[in-house]
């Protein structure tokens, strides 16, 4: 595993496509997909990837029908609650990204003591994107630094961009360094915008439902013979 691998970051895309074209309910897809997770998890620990990050709910998705939201909810709860004795055996630190006061309290509730069970693990630590927008993670740091500024402990001219990181929902988490989708769709919907920023893109055409660790870490090779140039040349990196 190369070092400079910190942060995978993944959009779980194409659980209700999938079951549809079995001819199921889009439920299916979903109930699917956990296995999915827990496979991806277990893969990512092996690999010796410090940080990774699932898009399980944006905000966008509140505008799908509300039986499906309903029961992506109540999938959510009773998976979180699942498998924490997992993620505790396998020293999996969950942590959460986005707006949680949006979501119901049953799944809220699920998710703080599964963050505060897995607290002390020092494993993978797994970063759930719930209700979450890179747009409104932004407008939320704008918010914080707006905030400093009118209480004057900060300056506009002191704001750089490690101002800005400081004020986003997990400071603490590396900016992504492979980005993966699943499903076929080639965009980034809204996800991590500034943590983004020099990730490199994989975009896969496998269901999330059939994707596992092995594919994981095929995308990982792949990642691992990319020259990353951050703005310099390919002759700069290499003499490094």
């Known amino acids: 595993m190369e070092k400079t691998l910190k942060h995978i970051a993944i ?3 194409g659980n209700g496509r999938w079951a549809q074209q079995l001819g199921k309910e889009r439920s299916f897809g979903h109930r699917q997909g956990v296995e999915s997770v827990r496979s991806v998890v277990e893969g990512a620990s092996e690999a010796g990837v410090p940080y990774l990050t699932l898009y399980a709910f944006s905000t966008e998705n509140w505008n799908r029908p509300k039986q499906e939201i309903e029961l992506l909810m109540q999938l959510l709860a009773s998976a979180i609650e699942n498998e924490v004795p997992s993620l505790k055996k396998n020293n999996v630190r969950l942590k959460t990204t986005g707006r949680m006061d949006t979501l119901p309290e049953v799944c809220r509730q699920s998710l703080m003591k599964a963050v505060e069970d897995t607290a002390g693990n020092t494993g993978l630590t797994l970063v759930l994107a719930l209700s979450y927008s890179g747009r409104a ?3 939320d740091a704008a918010k914080n630094i707006s905030r400093k500024v009118a209480e004057g402990t900060l300056s506009a ?11 986003l929902y997990n400071p603490d988490i590396p900016d992504v360094d492979l980005m993966i989708r699943t499903g076929g769709d080639t965009r980034i919907s809204n996800f991590l915008l500034w943590q983004l920023a020099y ?7 496998l269901m999330w439902p059939d994707f596992r660790k092995e594919n994981l870490f095929e995308i990982i090779e792949s990642f691992n013979k990319r020259e990353r140039r951050f703005g310099k040349t390919g002759e700069q990196v290499r003499t490094q």
């Open 11 to 13: 959009i779980m895309d």
């Open 137 to 139: 993670e932004l407008v």
């Open 157 to 167: 001219e002191e704001i750089t961009e490690e101002t800005l990181s400081k004020n």
């Open 199 to 205: 990730s490199e893109l994989y975009f896969t055409p």
